[in-house]
């Protein structure tokens, strides 16, 4: 044999450019800083979606409920920074609450999600603080910053798979980092999210992704620069 032998030229990866501080070239954002164009109240789909925006981030408004985005994915890869205030209160599930829905199914608090808390210095239960697929896995880290500083959310999502008949084909998977750090690697999800009962999934297709308005009293948190690529498209 040659080293010809085992080179293979086709097909040709496609060229992404990645200049520096923005999305990639080939992502969908799905917030610049300007505007909420690209999301929707999850209770009332086709208005306008009533989080604050300002500076170059929004913040959330409690009173408005969730919010969800406009387009529906199945797998993807998701870049958001969110900002918890410095002088935030509260404490344990009530301190800078505002949970990541990887794939929402119902305008509530319906689908998977990953966790966002104020986890510095904030302690309560293992499955629920920063970073974890709520009430299912626990991360392999808290790599949670202090309060009044930006942090960052990298993820690869694939969407579950299932049948004509509903039956689960392949379950979702997630890879994850927060602040460049590694929490979850390649975790199959047991199913979706319930707050009180055991995790189990149901049936679905392309599924947008969701922004919670947590019900707690502690002061809303921020974000800013979300893109998603979607993948295998």
Not at 72 to 95: A, C, S, V
Not at 211 to 231: M, T
């Amino acid at each position: 044999m040659t080293p010809k032998d085992t080179e293979v030229w086709e097909p040709v990866p496609p060229v992404v450019a990645t200049p520096k501080d923005q999305a990639p070239s080939d992502a969908i954002v799905l917030f610049d800083g300007t505007n909420l164009d690209a999301w929707e109240p999850a209770k009332r789909p086709g208005e306008k979606a009533e989080w604050i925006v300002g500076g170059g981030t929004f913040t959330v408004n409690k009173p408005a409920g969730n919010i969800q985005t406009k387009q529906r994915f199945e797998d993807y890869q998701l870049h958001l920074e969110y900002y918890i205030p410095k002088d935030i209160d509260g404490e344990e599930q009530g301190r800078g609450n505002s949970g990541l829905f990887l794939a929402s199914t119902g305008p509530n608090d319906e689908g998977y999600e990953f966790q966002i808390l104020d986890s510095y210095e904030n302690r309560t239960y293992s499955n629920g603080q920063l970073g974890s697929i709520y009430k299912q896995f626990i991360p392999l880290a808290n790599p949670a910053r202090k309060p009044g500083e930006w942090q960052s959310i990298d993820l690869v999502w694939t969407a579950p798979k299932f049948g004509t008949d509903g039956s689960l084909i392949s379950p979702a998977k997630i890879t994850a980092f927060i602040n460049n750090v590694l929490v979850h690697n390649n975790v199959e999800l047991k199913g979706e999210t319930f707050y009180i009962g055991h995790p189990v999934y149901k049936a679905h297709g392309p599924s947008p992704i969701k922004l919670q308005s947590h019900g707690d009293p502690s002061k809303p948190i921020s974000f800013r620069n979300i893109w998603v690529r979607e993948l295998n498209k």
